[in-house]
């Protein structure tokens, strides 16, 4: 029995299962995950708000995806498309928590991205674009976002985003292949150009998480005291430096917004490779 003797509505049906499912993995995650790097400063009121709403528009779209993907394999048997739907569900879970635990305390936990990556490579024979694909794809994902970070650190003397963002790209690269990872590349750093001009048009401030401010004291603290791998961690986080007042100065978390690509191409990866890149290579 293949897809194409499926019920289209039947599908689409177990999206929309699957993404509600997903958001509330995600929110388990992004809630437990965090204490295994030593955060203990729970996010309360506004800012849990914040990330639910996050959560259910990110859930929503990899309910679309994912409906997606398994209507447009139509040729492939049941047994492939559940494998299929498996490591889907498993990646899409992995990125909103990721997005949930980076828009809350700034950090992207390895778990959520090297993990995934290792997952997509094992996996990419299932899809379309095959082992080649999904390591080029990584290596490209890795090298777009790993570039700027270097440059910027030896022009300015410090890193201007984290080593995470880069590790996200990685799996990004991994999970869509080299056709893919441009585009989540693209949309994730459009999209938070955006979100910060339109904060900083209505008067919008993103504050930094307690839990950002207490590690930055503690590296301070212990830099102040002469040891010498504080200082080190503080000068290759972008965190560390004194930000300015108000929006000019705020300073946004790149991993929601990469997150937010990544599930986009999704759902829009044929769409994007039959059009639009196909335009671009003209």
């Known amino acids: 029995m293949r897809v194409a003797d499926l019920d289209a509505n039947l599908l689409r049906a177990g999206g929309a299962v699957v993404g509600a499912l997903l958001g509330l993995v995600a929110a388990k995650l992004a809630d437990t995950l965090p204490r295994r790097y030593g955060i203990t400063h729970l996010v309360t009121g506004p ?56 828009l809350e305390h700034m950090i992207l936990p390895n778990e959520l991205t090297l993990g995934p990556t290792i997952l997509c490579l094992v996996t990419s024979p299932l899809r379309s674009i095959g082992l080649t694909g999904s390591v ?62 339109v904060m900083r048009v209505f008067g919008i401030v993103y504050e930094e998480p307690e839990s950002v ?17 504080a ?27 990469l997150a937010l690509g990544c599930i986009e191409v999704l759902f829009l990866r044929r769409w994007l490779v039959e059009h639009v890149l196909d335009w671009l290579m003209r």
């Open 47 to 102: 800012r849990r708000a914040r990330r639910n709403v996050v959560l259910v528009v990110l859930s929503t779209l990899c309910a679309l995806g994912i409906a997606q993907v398994l209507t447009g394999a139509e040729d492939v048997s049941i047994a492939h498309a559940a494998l299929l739907l498996a490591t889907n569900a498993i990646v899409a879970a992995s990125v909103l928590a990721a997005a949930a635990i980076d």
């Open 136 to 197: 080029i794809g990584a290596l490209v994902g890795l090298a777009i976002a790993y570039l700027p970070f270097v440059l910027y650190k030896r022009l300015r003397g410090q890193s201007g985003m984290g080593l995470g963002d880069a590790k996200l790209a990685l799996m990004a690269g991994a999970w869509h292949g080299i056709a893919g990872a441009p585009f989540v590349l693209f949309l994730g750093a459009l999209q938070s150009t955006l979100a910060a001009v």
């Open 213 to 229: 401010k207490a590690e930055i004291r503690e590296l301070r603290a212990r830099a102040e005291a002469g040891d010498e791998d």
């Open 231 to 257: 200082k080190h961690e503080l000068e290759d986080d972008p965190m560390a430096g004194e930000a300015r007042e108000g929006t000019l100065g705020m300073r946004l978390p790149l991993g929601p917004f």
